[in-house]
């Protein structure tokens, strides 16, 4: 055979072979159904899944279109539908394409007659069990679906072995269904057997003191086996940060005793943390962080950290040594020194501390009692002076909602009580309260509604001699935006601001995602610092590019100062989670 006879030769197979395998051009309609029922149609029907296959003739089709009704039939039982209709029709068009049509009569849904559940042991007792029960997808009238009778199962014996019934099984699991009679009768009995118990807890780790790292531990030995607890206990020591790794898990389970052993295994955190960071706020323009941290001082989980900040309004220093107390996983007691310096439009002052604090949960709240001495040198307009203080403090904080970061739903109130006598080494009285409260509430899947207030109010018979770290002042990206950061507030005979003794702050703003991470704002601020509470408040209002970064919401907003002549716009550019 000659090399032409070859090349002809593969032009016709490769032809052939075109023609053979050429995709058939097919759509698939499906009627009757709602979208979740279509969804498993579509998984039943052959012809739906092979309809991009470059294998799909067009005498397959018709042969797969044949079958079609069956397979139908097939999806809707597990759904309760034994009695459904379908009609088919199967066209092709001039073009070429293939129709295939399907309508479906679901007919009378099957109904549960008899719906029998007996649990024997000590899990028919347990709280868990009927929590379980009393939102069981099934019950006597109910429509009957295959689906819901096996999530019941395997809830049932996911909820024992989670709660230590080790011996727990199925005596009886029967579904009867009656197609003349068009019934089902479903009948389970569970026995469950003995609850086991925690054993002993094994600590493999050489860095801490083993009486810390128990009163981590959220069980005794004895205790009726939860495996809630053991990953709680996971959690804790992870959120601790003393360790790098935690790997905790039941051991061998003693069918003796009945208990079940926990292993802990703990890798120790580096001794030393760095970090560093830079940013820039319209509040405090370009700024720059540096921190370092040791997280593990000494065997009685003492930890150090510092930070030195500086930004365009100036600098700061801060010193905390924390001690673990109480319940170690939400109380510290923490000793802390610092400087801070900053000068702004107002006022300028610097401010040196020493304190102490315990800081503690009360069930969903946190707690803190301070104790802090402070000198400042201040400036405030015509005022000025050295200020030395002791003010004793508590606050109180609770956030409702899941996570801080990117939140669709959820509230944070917080109050803080504090102040200072002549009579303890301050040289002027007073006394404050200030709480705030911010809101945010999903209006659909992409458009969130965020409400913030701020409340403050001093006494004080010796206002001019308040350091400026205890007056109020409003204004900025966090207060009432479209104007500079703290330039709100009562001002003296030459028009300078000097801060006030009491504080209103509120915003409503409006949120609309425009996909991925990006959302556009717009935004309504009222608010001052004011001497007296019919003082007049000054408002703005703008709107905003917001971008999820991992932190939290970027927010970049331009705001005007709609109650100030010729109504000025100001850039505002914020960084840091919802709550």
Known sequence: ????????????????????????????????????????????????????????????????????????????????????????????????????????????????????????GELRQDPALSNLIADLPLQEGSVFNHIQYESIKSDLTRLASERGYFQARFVEKQVKIDLDAYEARVNLHYESGPRYRFGDVSLQQDVLD???????????????????????????????DYFSRVEVSPGEIDETQREVPVNVKLTPRKPHRYTLGVGYGTDTGARTRFGWEMPRLNKSGHRINTEVGVSEIGYSFGARYRVPVLDPRTDQLIYSAGVINEETDTSESTLRTLGVALNRSRGQWRESMALNYQQEEFIVAGDEGDSTLLI????????????????????????????????????????????????????????????????????TDEFNQLPSSVRFFAGGSQSVRGYAYESLGPVDDTGQVVGGKHLMVGSIELERNLGGKWGMAVFYDAGNAINNLDDELEHGAGFGLRWKSPIGPVRIDVASAITQPGDPWRLHINIGPDL
Not at 27 to 49: A, C, F, H, P, T
Not at 90 to 110: E, M, N
Not at 215 to 238: C, H, K, M, S, T
Request: one cysteine or more; hydrophobic letters at 35%.
């Open 392 to 459: 004793p403090g508590v606050d109180w904080s609770r956030t409702w909602g899941q996570g801080f970061v990117n939140v669709l739903d959820g509230l944070r109130f917080d109050i803080e009580f504090r102040g200072a006598s002549e009579k303890l080494i301050s040289d002027t009285d007073f006394f404050q309260v200030q709480g705030g409260l911010k809101g945010i509430t999903s209006l659909g899947s992409k458009t969130r509604l965020i409400g913030r207030g701020r409340l403050g109010s001093t006494r």
């Open 210 to 240: 083993p009486q810390l790292l128990q009163r981590y531990i959220p069980f005794e030995r004895g205790d009726p086996y939860n495996l809630n607890e053991v990953i709680d206990l996971q959690y804790a020591l992870n959120d601790s």
């Open 1 to 120: 055979m000659g090399k032409t006879q070859q090349w002809l030769l593969a032009l016709v197979a490769c032809f052939y072979c075109n023609t053979l395998f050429a995709q058939v051009d097919l759509v698939v309609n499906i009627r009757g159904v709602d979208d979740s029922l279509e969804k498993n149609v579509r998984l039943y029907l052959s012809l739906e899944q092979q309809k991009e296959s470059v294998l799909l003739t067009e005498g397959r089709v018709k042969r797969l279109h044949d079958k079609a009704s069956q397979e139908i039939s097939n999806a809707l039982k597990p759904y309760g539908y034994y009695r459904s209709e379908v009609s088919s029709e199967l066209t092709k068009s001039d073009a070429g394409q293939w129709q295939a049509s399907y309508t479906i009569d679901k007919g009378p849904p099957l109904r549960v007659t008899e719906f029998r559940l007996l649990v024997d």
